[in-house]
């Protein structure tokens, strides 16, 4: 009799994932859509189940650093290095630098200190109206400040964290003085006060209010989608220079993981050619390891050399961009 309880108590053990719980659970600043197939593959491939909460990223961390020990959550995902860093400066990720991680995603894409990884990348750029301008007129996020440009440009608004990331990697590149320079021109050659949204930014050009602006190129593929014709045409910025700016979605391990195997096995994962083809599918981003090919749709945009600068810097020179910005006026 003992012994065929015990058999049963091993068994209930067992399934009632107290004692083996092969789960993970992630806090994702990114939309469900964009997250739910990936973790759906995810868990056919390994048998481990995902869980997750999604919410604002300014949220999630708050309440990561309210959870402390207790959270149940291993991993958390976002956009934007400047919010990467801030999440691993307030002490949220724990170090994790593993081979597959280390030969999948190159080094400027992830932390100094191995706190968190890219996972996808996003081009901020310059888009233009191919009606009224040809790309040999174009260069660099540094010329769009030149007098040419007067009235002709239209720019996101400096609070959305994407500027602040650019004019981050601007000031790492070129120095405070010469960012000053390039912000005030910028404000200087603005049709408009700055918008809300990227696809505002294009939908001005459209309207004739400006020739020219600066958007992630995700927005610019789910443009062309919906309008085939449309004249706006991605150009890739300060390719004679630093090159493009790149900026990552990406994830670390928490530090208080208690699933920490799982949450760095996720990490890899979404990191593998076949989850960076999800990527790709669900919001045209471009894979972090440069030997994934692209849809032919974005074959046509052409390829790009990309800003080496190590991601941790727009991070570290947030708080400069910000108020750079504020001094020059850009709202
Ligand atoms: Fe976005």
């Not at 801030?86 to 280390?102: D, S």
């Not at 070129?174 to 696809?199: C, F, H, M, R, T």
Request: charged letters at 25%.
């Amino acid at each position: 009799m003992k012994k065929i309880i015990g058999f049963f108590l091993l068994l209930w053990l067992l399934s009632s994932n107290t004692i083996f719980a092969n789960e993970v659970t992630v806090y994702s600043a990114r939309k469900e859509h964009l997250i739910k197939p990936l973790f759906e593959e995810f868990s056919k491939d390994t048998g481990i189940k995902v869980k997750y909460l999604t919410g604002k990223g300014e949220t999630l961390i708050e309440r990561l650093k309210t959870e402390g020990k207790n959270t149940k959550a291993d991993l958390f995902i976002t956009v934007d290095a400047g919010n990467l860093w801030y999440a691993g400066n307030q002490g949220l990720f724990q170090p994790v630098a593993t081979n597959i991680i280390k030969s999948n995603v190159a080094k400027h894409l992830r932390d100094e200190n191995g706190l968190w990884t890219g996972l996808s990348l996003r081009i901020r750029t310059i888009v233009y109206n191919s009606d009224k301008i040809t790309p040999s007129e174009l260069s660099s996020y540094g010329d769009l400040a030149n007098k040419k440009w007067k009235n002709r440009l239209c720019l996101r608004t400096s609070k959305k964290i994407y500027n602040k990331s650019l004019v981050a990697s601007i000031i790492y590149n070129k120095g405070e003085e010469k960012a000053q320079k390039i912000v005030k021109g910028w404000v200087d050659n603005l049709s408009s006060i700055p918008k809300s949204k990227d696809s505002h930014v294009m939908d001005a050009i459209i309207a004739g209010q400006c020739d020219v602006g600066i958007i992630n190129h995700y927005y610019y593929g789910a443009f062309v989608d919906k309008n085939p014709n449309t004249p706006l045409k991605l150009f890739w910025a300060n390719q004679n220079s630093t090159g493009v700016h790149v900026n990552i979605s990406g994830a670390g391990v928490l530090k208080h993981s208690k699933n920490k195997k799982n949450a760095i096995r996720l990490l890899e994962w979404l990191s593998s050619a076949k989850a960076q083809n999800i990527y790709l599918n669900l919001n045209k981003e471009y894979p972090i390891n440069q030997n994934i090919e692209v849809s032919k749709d974005m074959q046509k945009w052409g390829a790009f050399i990309q800003d080496k600068m190590n991601l941790s810097n727009v991070g570290r020179l947030q708080l400069e961009s910000v108020l750079l910005m504020q001094k020059q006026g850009y709202k």
